[in-house]
């Protein structure tokens, strides 16, 4: 990819990349790329480390959304021993109309106390389906006589699971949980209308 002037992220936007220190240069253009002349109402910057063995594995992801469509980024590492680093990131574009389902889970301390400051979002979960990726849970069917034998084949589960981000407060500070909060909020109020 080769820099390009125009167009340019909103300088929040920008800034969160630039902080997370991972490739901000190619992160920042792939999103301005996928954006095009569209505005970004709602972002999400989600850096996450994952330790694996001696080394360690960084993932970007970056969420924009427009009045049209939601940006999905994603950009890892993509290391081979004795070769020159290489970075992998891939910007997918999804029109807000195809989102079937936006599930926002919050984790709260002390829900007796809520929306007092003895209460707080420890954890939040985005979970966005859009019919892109399914995963299937099987397991042996049963019935309910506890003396057959009989094989009743298998029953299970399809669930969609495009894409999923989970942020906490004792990993990533409570304010990056209110701002998974406030970014799935604002993707539930856009998405799925016009159908």
Not at 2 to 21: F, K, N, S
Not at 131 to 152: I, K, N, S, Y
Not at 165 to 193: H, N, P, T, W, Y
Request: charged share 25%.
């Amino acid at each position: 990819m080769t820099p390009h002037a125009e167009p340019r992220l909103p300088q929040a936007l920008e800034a969160e990349i630039r902080d997370c220190g991972y490739f901000p240069e190619l992160v920042s253009d792939s999103i301005a790329l996928a954006l095009g002349a569209e505005s970004a109402r709602a972002h999400l910057v989600h850096h996450e480390a994952t330790f694996n063995r001696d080394e360690i594995q960084r993932h970007l992801s970056v969420l924009v959304v427009t009045d049209s469509r939601l940006i999905v980024s994603h950009t890892d590492e993509n290391d081979t021993p004795g070769e020159a680093p290489q970075a992998l990131t891939t910007t997918e574009s999804i029109p807000l109309v195809r989102i079937a389902s936006v599930a926002l889970s919050q984790v709260v301390s002390h829900p007796e106390r809520y929306g007092s400051r003895k209460a707080g979002v420890g954890e939040a979960w985005l979970t966005v389906t859009w019919g892109t990726m399914r995963r299937v849970d099987l397991e042996p069917a049963h019935c309910a006589d506890p003396d057959c034998e009989a094989d009743h084949g298998y029953t299970g589960m399809l669930a969609g699971d495009d894409l999923t981000v989970r942020i906490s407060a004792a990993a990533d500070g409570r304010e990056k949980v209110a701002e998974l909060v406030a970014f799935g909020s604002a993707l539930q109020q856009v998405s799925g209308g016009g159908r």
